[in-house]
Structures are given as C-alpha cells and as structure tokens.
C-alpha cells in the first residue's frame, strides 16, 4: 500500500490521479481540524473499539480495532462498476449510464449531493456532547461508530465534488464544513438537521428515524445514472444499516425496560427512573414528523424533473414494472378551503411521495417489533405513528394544523393539545434528569435494557472505550 493508501484508503485509483490527490490532501487537514472542534467533545483521546472499512468485497469491508478516533482512516470506497449498466427509469431508460457529469445536468447533481453531503458533518455535530452521558461502554461506542462513519460519507460526497465539479465543487467541499448545525447565521441545510440531539432517547429517535430517511434518500440516488454517485452511495447503504440498528434496537431497549416496570405493577414509571410511554410517544411524534419532511413536497415538479432526466430514481427502480411513470396518478389528499380533498397527481410530480410510502412501511415495522415488546410484557398498551400530516414543517400540510390521527384542525385545538403530542419542557428536563453517564464494562443505565450480543462477537461487558 502506498503512503498515500494509508492516509486516504480507497478503491477510486487514487494515487493515479494526482490532481485530486492534490484536493483532497488539501481538504483532509480541513476536515481533521473541523472533526476535533465539532466532533465528540472529550474522547478524542480514547481508545475505541471501532469498525474501519478497508475494502468493498462483501467477505470482509471492514475491520475492528482499537483507535483513537482523529486517527481513524477516512476511506473513498465506491461499490464496484456494474458492466454495461444502463439508466434504469425515466425519459432516458436504457441508455448507458454517465461517468462524467452532463453539463445540463451539473448544478441539479452539485444540489442532490450537496444536499446529501450535509447531512453528514450535521449529525456528528449534532452529537457531539452525548458521549458525556452514555448510558453504557458497548452505546458509546455504538456512538462513535455512527460518528465516525458519517464523518466517512462526509468524504464519500467530498469525493463527487472534487473529482466532478471542478471549482465549484471545491468551494462546495469546503462550505461543507463551514455551515454548522443550528448555527444561526450558516445554519445546516435541512431542518431536521438542526435539531438539537443532545441526549440519548433524542438519539436513538434520531438514528432510528432520520438515519431511515438517509436510507431511502441513498437508494434513490444509487438508482442515478450518475454512476459515480450510485456507486457511492450504494456502499454507503452498507454503513447506513447500522446506524438504523442502533435506533431501532436503542429504542426497544428503552421500551423493554419501561414494560418491565410497568409489568412488575409500578403505577409510575418515573418513580423506576425509566421513561413512560407517552413520554416516548410524543418523542416518536417528534422525530417521525420531522424525518417525513426531509422527503420535500408532497407534489414537486423537482422530484418530476429528477426523475425524468434519471438523476434520482424511486427506491429499488428495478423490482418496478413501469419506469417511465409517465401515465399514472398518485391519489392524494390536499388542504384546500378548510378541508382535506382527493387530488390525481401525476405520477412523476408524487416522486417524494412515493419515496415517503416506502420509508412510512419501513418506519411501521419497527414500531411493530417495539409493540411485541409491550405485548411480551403482558401490556395492552401500544406505541403508533402518527398520520403523515401531523406536524409538519415541509409540503402541503405545512402551515395547516392536524392531530397525531390526520384531523385537520383549528389553532385553538393544537394550543390546547399539542403538549399531549409533542415532547414537553417537563419531558425535556425529567430526560435531563436520567441523563447519568455509565461507563464501567457491562453496566447499563437504569432507563434501558442490555442489547442481546455484544460488537463483533466481543461480551457486552468488553471493554468497547478504554478511558485514558
Ligand atoms: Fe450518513
Ligand atoms: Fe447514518
């Protein structure tokens, strides 16, 4: 392996191209620099037990290890080359896909991976002061993983910008890592994305639901016929998929231990220092509405435009019949003069929609198998999703009121429900208060259950952070 491999792994031939060579070593103090401000604040320094990809072979990507995490190798690592793949959807079906960028097409990629790029740095900004209250060695670095994973996926668009867009995609690169998370003045570009996150059931709400969305958004844009950019990110699914374990299973840890409470006959949960379920309803309330509206508008000529030039296609194009989506309608239902009315939407122009169907039916098995908890425990009662309109920010619903079950309704009922429905300031400061740093191997927090196995085959009880 080259010097050059080593600081920057990759599968791109990256040491024959010393134009981006160049780049990227210019941007790699950039980003090292942004990762110890922004980063996890106080374990830059700790030994961590953490998971690099090496490779893109399906028989061994990664590799575990104790690192400190500035010394963690950022790699580029696309999905190897499909032969003769051809556009799959859209006006240009069964052309052959691009290598370079189209210039018509140039500002609408620059804007998808610009946008997907932000993501990225936001969430670890995000996170950045969570490690201070892990509730256990093995979440911590659980934690981490995500972290330093998405700081990857971070390089992963670096990459498409350096390597494709010339001067501009170097400026974008470096604006990446200018805007901040809830930063008033440069703020991320997704709303969700500045949220704050800065305790644990925020965090495993958010990996669960808004790392969900980054699913669907990479595996529309893995069906782009921008081969660079489908095969970029159709590595970076491979990652995503754990970051969704820590949510999913994160949060049915919480659930188990608030059942095993409420089983032993406690009236109160917060007097066993576990969450409530409402507690944890209004929080799902919370992070589903805000990841629905990442998926952008219900009816959106952009989403069309996407579509037909096949720069960003619907999850899993290929199991479809009809990829040319040119006749169909979708049926939707749409404020209009104080009530909800059925409307025939093209096809194309429901694109967000459709994506949003799939991550809806996603997002319902997990809080099923959260509900065979409850049901394990003997429980009758059942966490939900609310309706889709509920509390959003983003599309046709924004800017008209509904209830968790999709009721249009009036300011005055909002005012005097909402707090049933979202997360309170009492909720906020009894989180707060549960929020108790336990780092000694193999003990959990009182708020959540242990996992079922450990990482890599390790105990629960291993050592995962070694604390200088
Ligand atoms: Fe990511
Ligand atoms: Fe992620």
């Known amino acids: ?34 990762w110890s401000e922004m980063g996890p604040e106080g374990f830059q320094g700790d030994d961590v037990f953490l998971r690099t990809a090496i490779s893109v072979e399906p028989s061994g990507w990664s590799h575990f290890d104790y690192v400190r995490m500035p010394d963690y190798r950022w790699g580029i690592f696309l999905a190897p080359p499909e032969q003769d793949r051809r556009i799959g959807f859209g006006d240009l079906a069964g052309q052959p896909v691009w290598r370079e960028v189209p210039g018509e097409f140039r500002t609408d990629l ?56 010339g001067r501009d ?40 639901f808004t790392d969900r969305d980054g699913k669907y958004q990479l595996l529309a844009l893995a069906e782009s016929a921008f081969d660079p950019l489908s095969r970029t990110t159709r590595f970076m699914l491979t990652e995503e998929a ?17 059942a095993e409470v409420m089983a032993a006959g406690e009236d109160d949960p917060r007097e066993a220092g576990v969450f409530d379920l409402p507690l944890i309803q209004r929080h799902i309330n919370f992070w589903f509405s805000a990841s629905l509206d990442l998926f952008g508008g219900e009816v959106s000529s952009n989403a069309a435009h996407y579509f037909a030039n096949g720069l960003k296609g619907r999850a899993r194009e290929s199991r479809r019949q009809d990829h040319a989506a040119l ?64 509390h959003r920010q983003i599309g046709a619903y924004s800017g008209h009121r509904f209830d968790p079950e999709g009721r249009l309704i009036d300011e005055g009922v909002w005012q005097r429900k909402s707090g049933e429905w979202l997360p309170t300031a009492d909720d906020r400061e009894y989180v707060r208060h549960l929020m108790v740093p336990v780092y000694e191997p193999g003990k959990m927090a009182t708020w959540i259950a242990p996992p079922r196995s450990g990482v890599d085959g390790k105990p629960i009880g291993y050592e995962y952070v070694k604390r200088p």
């Open 1 to 34: 392996m080259s010097e050059l491999d080593s600081r920057i792994p990759n599968n791109v031939a990256l040491s024959q191209d010393p134009r981006l060579q160049r780049a990227l070593l210019r941007w790699q103090p950039a980003f090292l620099n942004w």
């Open 110 to 165: 620059r804007r998808l991976i610009v946008t997907q790029g932000d993501t990225e740095p936001a969430s670890v900004e995000q996170q950045r002061q969570l490690g201070k209250t892990a509730p256990s060695l093995y979440d911590l670095r659980n934690l981490f993983q995500v972290n330093v994973e998405e700081g990857r996926h971070l390089w992963a668009m670096v990459y498409l910008l350096h390597s494709h867009f």
């Open 169 to 208: 995609g170097r400026e974008e690169a470096d604006a990446l890592l200018e805007r901040h998370s809830g930063d008033a003045d440069r703020p991320r570009i997704l709303q969700a994305f500045n949220e704050p996150c800065d305790d644990w059931l925020n965090f495993y709400l958010f990996t669960m």
């Open 242 to 258: 754990f970051h969704m374990s820590v949510g999913e299973t994160g949060v049915g840890r919480i659930v188990e231990r608030t």
């Open 327 to 390: 006749d169909g309608v979708y049926l939707m239902e749409l404020p209009e003069d104080g009530a909800l009315r059925e409307r025939d939407v093209p096809l194309r122009n429901a694109m967000n929609e459709i994506l949003r169907d799939d991550y809806v039916r996603d997002c319902e098995r997990g809080l099923a198998r959260w509900n065979r908890i409850l049901e394990a425990a003997g429980l009758g009662e059942r966490l939900t999703l609310p309706n889709r309109r509920f």
